[in-house]
């Protein structure tokens, strides 16, 4: 106990008559702690976003799309390839066990003007049906009913946000109408805020609804981008896929659709994820090995300064691995302050982006944070508490 | 009184550049436990180096050294230092505290290297030692803040701390004023008469030695007297 107290006590008390070196030395391992945690912690966030997302739609939902589930993952299968009519969405309906079927035809990138003033947002044209497979509810007016399509009315169900952005306040745009590439459509509803937002594109608050009979005018060969249908239970719904799979593969080549369900949606995302963020963190992992190289460096300087000490010690009966303990530990601890530090910063930045983006900081990046620290600190300091070690005492105490 | 330390035969050599030095040449000397000797040379007769060797510092070239009968050679590095713990209390020409340790820990230091259970608290034994060198009040100064006679008796207060039977004292008075030389001289001589310690002095100054019951004159790496 006594011996440890002395170790750390020297330790600290050579911190302390070298401040700015010691500061400078933690910093390299601080900015590696840092850059790693951060992009862990954005990563995570980015992620949890996503699968929110994925939440607030409906649940037991099947998406039939363009492309072999190969090339979704790549997300190449989204893009091109054929699109579906209504016969595919028939032979969809017709499969037992499927309750809900909404072909969508998606337009994005819209520019969407009223009052003078403009925003940005993503047409999406289906029937009532995506009500329920999006998951919509209402805040004001009504949602889009079956007699929309039927009558081919141009009207529109919009967010919270757009209703803001374009007339100053929700109750205000009920009934106004809203321009999108020279069309006019009429403002009959606004759903629930789905949350989100900051990432641009995969705001699901971005979305207008109208019906598909409404969208001809984009959607001149009346054909949709994917089918999204419904499992009446979760048991049902790898039976519905197959079914579904079943039924377009008659019309359709293996290659040029896929029946996916939203698990294996979210698997690939967290896959790519995954991938993504370890890359980021390997990266960033450079920075840690770069700072383990400054604290070698100082920890050879600190030693040669220290001959002499080394030598009194020994001469006093230290063994050379009471020297190694002592200079182990004191690269240990320039290690874990960095760590330390890097992390607090860490949880600052974090803190301070919470508004813009949901990142946050797991318990696994903070073990694996300190850990990672220590373990630089003892595979950094080796070498250079070995050099102490091993110089002879009678070497060491003859030192000028 | 039995041999406490027996150097047999002892030879040291450096390579100086291409030349071979030889700064011990066939050194045989026995110590009794509680002598009080003086090891009396010039600067360059391999005085030092012969107390590097006693003290277990340093290892000769060829000859074997043994401590109360026991054959150093065979002992490992671990087992030496211990040695050097337990047996030995080292005092310097150049005090060699540790600054950034206060008086208190600079004397304690030794202690906790100890690789065996002390049947004393050496805290104890420090402010014991504190106030008999006439310390007191001076326990959490910092050695660059006392004299070089207080620096001295913080030195040999360190190397009592482990009740050794060997007090090996290298220049001991070398850097001090007559005055708090003779104090350090005093002090030394007091171990050795009233608690029967073995205390050998390196030294060049004849005076010095003088004070002492036996001299073992070196020259040229070599005992002439």
């Known amino acids: 106990m006594r011996y440890l107290s002395f170790i750390f006590k020297s330790a600290f008390l050579d911190f302390s008559r070298n401040k700015g070196r010691t500061i400078l030395t933690s910093l390299g391992i601080l900015i590696g702690v840092l850059s790693v945690v951060l992009l862990m912690a954005l990563g995570l966030g980015l992620k949890k976003y996503i699968s929110n997302q994925f939440d607030s739609l409906g649940a037991n939902l099947i998406y039939v799309m363009p492309g072999n589930e190969k090339a979704m993952t790549s997300g190449a299968g989204m893009m091109g390839?054929?699109?579906?009519?209504?016969?595919?969405?028939?032979?969809?309906?017709?499969?037992?066990?499927?309750?809900?079927?909404?072909?969508?035809?998606?337009?994005?990138?819209?520019?969407?003007?009223?009052?003078?003033?403009?925003?940005?947002?993503?047409?999406?044209?289906?029937?009532?049906?995506?009500?329920?497979?999006?998951?919509?509810?209402?805040?004001?007016?009504?949602?889009?009913?079956h007699r929309d399509n039927d009558k081919r009315a141009k009207t529109i169900v919009i967010s919270p946000k757009i209703a803001e952005k374009l007339f100053d306040n929700q109750r205000n745009a009920l009934g106004k109408t809203i321009t999108i590439e020279g069309q006019n459509f009429k403002v009959i509803g606004i759903y629930k805020s789905k949350g989100g937002g900051g990432l641009g594109g995969s705001d699901m608050d971005s979305h207008v609804f109208v019906s598909n009979a409404a969208a001809y005018v984009f959607n001149t060969e009346k054909k949709y981008f994917a089918i999204y249908a419904k499992a009446e239970s979760k048991d049902l719904i790898d039976r519905v896929k197959k079914d579904i799979k079943t039924s377009l593969l008659k019309r359709y080549d293996e290659k040029q659709f896929s029946v996916v369900d939203q698990a294996e949606i979210m698997g690939t995302i967290n896959q790519i994820f995954n991938v993504l963020n370890t890359v980021l963190v390997a990266i960033a992992a450079i920075s840690l090995v770069v700072g383990g190289i400054g604290i070698m460096n100082i920890m050879y300087v600190t030693v040669s300064e220290r001959i002499r000490e080394i030598g009194i010690r020994r001469a006093l009966g230290a063994q050379s691995k009471d020297i190694l303990y002592q200079f182990l530990i004191e690269s240990v601890l320039l290690s874990i302050f960095g760590g330390i530090f890097g992390l607090g910063l860490a949880y600052g930045i974090v803190y301070l982006l919470q508004s813009l983006f949901p990142a946050y900081i797991d318990l696994i990046s903070i073990i694996l944070s300190l850990g990672v620290s220590s373990v630089i600190g003892i595979v950094f300091g080796v070498f250079p508490a070995k050099k102490a070690a091993d110089l002879s005492p009678i070497d060491a105490i003859r030192y000028e | 009184m039995s041999d406490i330390i027996k150097v047999d035969k002892v030879w040291k050599e450096y390579m100086m550049g291409d030349v071979l030095f030889q700064a011990l040449k066939d050194i045989n000397i026995l110590v009794k436990e509680g002598e009080l000797s003086a090891i009396v040379g010039p600067s360059g007769s391999g005085k030092s180096t012969l107390m590097h060797i006693i003290g277990l510092l340093d290892k000769p070239t060829r000859g074997k050294v043994f401590i109360q009968g026991k054959d150093i050679s065979t002992f490992t590095d671990n087992k030496i230092s211990t040695l050097r713990n337990e047996f030995v209390g080292f005092v310097f020409q150049q005090f060699n505290l540790i600054n950034k340790l206060t008086i208190l820990e600079n004397i304690m230091l030794p202690s906790i290297y100890a690789r065996r259970k002390l049947n004393y608290d050496p805290k104890e034994k420090a402010l014991y030692l504190i106030k008999r060198f006439g310390l007191v009040g001076k326990e959490n100064s910092y050695p660059n803040k006392i004299s070089g006679g207080q620096q001295q008796r913080v030195a040999i207060a360190r190397a009592l701390i482990m009740n050794p039977k060997l007090i090996l004292?290298?220049?001991?008075?070398?850097?001090?004023?007559?005055?708090?030389?003779?104090?350090?001289?005093?002090?030394?001589?007091?171990?050795?008469?009233?608690?029967?310690?073995?205390?050998?002095?390196?030294?060049?100054?004849?005076?010095?030695?003088?004070e002492t019951k036996r001299i073992i004159q070196i020259r040229d790496g070599e005992v002439v007297a």
Not at chain 1, 82 to 95: A, C, E, G, S, T
Not at chain 1, 107 to 118: L, Q, V
Not at chain 2, 171 to 181: A, H, R, Y
């Open chain 1, 81 to 145: 390839g054929i699109k579906f009519d209504d016969k595919d969405v028939l032979r969809v309906k017709r499969i037992e066990g499927c309750e809900v079927v909404a072909p969508v035809f998606a337009k994005p990138g819209i520019e969407m003007e009223a009052n003078g003033n403009s925003e940005t947002g993503e047409l999406i044209a289906s029937t009532d049906e995506i009500n329920i497979v999006m998951n919509l509810q209402l805040e004001e007016g009504r949602l889009l009913e």
């Open chain 2, 169 to 210: 004292a290298d220049e001991p008075t070398g850097n001090l004023d007559s005055k708090s030389g003779n104090e350090i001289l005093k002090l030394l001589k007091e171990l050795n008469h009233k608690e029967k310690m073995t205390v050998i002095i390196v030294t060049h100054d004849q005076l010095v030695a003088k």
